[in-house]
C-alpha cells in the first residue's frame, strides 16, 4: 500500500483491497459493502492512530478466523441497533455522540427525529462523517467536550470505556459527560464486557460520575465469559 497523508485516500484504498480480497470468504448473510467499508476503518486507525504497519493490520483483519466471525459480530450489532433504536424513538435531543467513529449511528438518529452533536478525536473518522453529509461534528476527546454545561437530554456513549487505561481516560470522560448533560438526562452506553472490563468496573465508572444505572441488557454473549451490553442510565444532576 502506497503512503498517503491523507485518511480519506487511506481509507478509499484500503477498502477497495479489502473488496478484492474477502469478497467471496465472507459468512452468508454479510454485506460485503458494509463489512468492507467498516474494516477498512478499523484498518485505517490501527495505522494512523497506533503507528501499526497496513499490511499488518490488513492481514490481522482479514485472515480465516477473523473472516470466519464477521456473521456473528453482524447479528451482536442487528441486536444492539435495535435496542439502541428503541431508547432513541423514546429520547429527547439534542443527544451527544461521544467517540461517533463514521457515524455509525446517525440513520437511527434520523429515524427518531433528534438533533445530534457527533464528536470524534480521529481525522479518519470527522473526514468520513463530513464527506456522507452530516453535520455538527466536533474534533475532540470525550475528556475535554468543547459544550457547555446541562447542554444535552441524550448521551451516547459507544464503545468507549473499555479502552480505560489505554487511550482513554473513562473517568474523565464520563464526569464531562455529565457536566453536560441535564439533570435527568439519559446515558446510552455499549460496552465489551469481559475480565478486563466487567460489570462491575462499568457501573461504578457510571455512578461515580453521578449518573444512575437503571438497568443493563446483555444482547450477545461469546464464549469464554465475553459478551455485548447496553446499559441505560439517568443521570442525577
Known sequence: ?????NPLELFDAT?????????????????PAAFCAETAYWICLAVTERGESWETAFHRYTDTARLARAGIDVESEQRELDLL????????????????????????????GLAVYYVEPTALGTRLMRRT?????VAAKGETLPFLDRMFHTILIGWVLHHDAGDVNAGQLLREAARVTT????????EPLDERFDRTKWTTLISQAGFRVRRIEVFYE????????????????
Open 15 to 31: 477498502r477497495e483491497r479489502l473488496q478484492a480480497a474477502v469478497a467471496d470468504r465472507l459468512p452468508d448473510g454479510v454485506d
Open 85 to 112: 433504536r428503541a431508547e432513541l424513538a423514546q429520547a429527547r435531543g439534542p443527544v451527544l455522540d461521544v467517540g461517533a467513529g463514521w457515524g455509525r449511528m446517525a440513520a437511527l438518529y434520523a429515524q427518531a
Open 1 to 5: 500500500m502506497n503512503k498517503t497523508n
Open 133 to 137: 453529509g452530516l453535520s455538527s461534528i
Open 183 to 190: 439533570p435527568g438526562g439519559l446515558l446510552l452506553s455499549v
Open 222 to 237: 461469546y464464549p469464554r465469559a465475553s459478551s455485548h451490553a447496553l446499559l441505560v442510565g439517568t443521570y442525577l444532576g
